[in-house]
């Protein structure tokens, strides 16, 4: 990728308007057509791609694209949003945007991270942030994300990436020149302070709900609920517990009660945990969820 710019190659014969030279069945078309013409590379060419978008004089090479099982940079997929918008070919437009909503999903059981799967819980974070996503990210690519989605009017990857963002150090947040401003930097502080109120509330209610009901071992379990309580009193990072899934009350805080007090507790935290997810958009001050709009500012035809 990021060949020297300027650089000519021979590439086909094309006119110098959008196309998608697609995949391997036009491969050995595309070889047949070279020498024809020069195309000047572009900033974003991957040298072992086998496609190639050809537009305003300048070649785009894809292929590692076109393989969903290959994990692309952030960097990668922004361009491919970038260009596949600009030049309008859905194919690579939809493929960034499939990933993009990979990571930033609408719906909270596909947003697989170290802060809501508590198995990815105790992970480095960094690169190792997401589960099984189609993209390479750091934080700082949430940050990216964020203004990403404002100009391609993806206004849905909005509450998860905020909502990873928020778990960025301070400094990264602080020194973020997004075109939103100060306020896209208080939309993150102010959102993972309402976060850490969030958790705890929930928590505590959680927690309050051990050693009633059909309790097999009140001793045991109130003496759980004790521990659970004081716990939380001392953690200093409680917004990061509040989308985590109900296996954190074993895994973090090593609660174990009897399992009738386990059902009533699990239960109640997925129920808050549900709904803080549906409250990220209040949490950092987002406009309600809107329909999508094209690039162009107009309504998508129906499909
Ligand atoms: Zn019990």
Avoid at 130 to 152: E, G, K, V
């Amino acid at each position: 990728m990021a060949p020297p710019r300027g650089k000519k190659r021979k590439i086909g014969t094309e006119e110098p308007s959008s196309s998608l030279d697609s995949a391997s069945e036009s491969t050995q078309a595309s070889k047949s057509r070279a020498d024809e013409i020069l195309v000047e590379r572009s900033s974003v060419w991957f040298e072992d791609g086998n496609v190639v978008l050809i537009a305003e004089g300048k070649g785009f090479k894809y292929i590692r694209l076109l393989d969903h099982n290959v994990v692309l940079k952030f960097a990668e997929v922004s361009a491919l949003l970038r260009l596949g918008s600009k030049y309008q070919v859905e194919r690579i437009r939809d493929e960034a945007i499939r990933r993009l909503r990979q990571c930033f999903p609408e719906k909270l059981e596909d947003y697989a991270t170290a802060r809501t799967r508590s198995e990815l819980f105790s992970r480095k974070i960094g690169r190792d942030y997401y589960c099984n996503a189609s993209i390479s990210l750091a934080f700082l690519d949430c940050r990216d994300t964020i203004d990403l989605a404002r100009s391609h009017n993806l206004d849905d990857l909005l509450p998860a990436a905020f909502h990873a963002f928020a778990s960025a150090p301070t400094v990264d947040i602080l020194e973020w020149g997004t075109p939103g401003g100060i306020q896209d930097i208080l939309r993150v502080l102010e959102g993972r302070e309402r976060l850490d109120h969030a958790a705890r509330r929930n928590l505590h209610a959680a927690a309050s709900l051990v050693s009633t009901g059909d309790c097999k071992n009140p001793e045991r379990c109130r003496s759980a609920r004790v521990s659970l309580v004081r716990q939380l009193a001392v953690h200093r990072m409680a917004r990061n517990l509040c989308l985590l899934d109900h296996g954190m009350f074993e895994s973090e805080f090593h609660i174990y009660v009897c399992a009738p007090c386990t059902k009533l507790r699990n239960d109640l935290w997925e129920e808050k945990r549900a709904e803080t997810w549906s409250k990220l958009r209040e949490y950092f001050d987002l406009p309600p969820a809107s329909a999508p709009v094209a690039d162009d500012g107009q309504l998508p035809a129906n499909d």
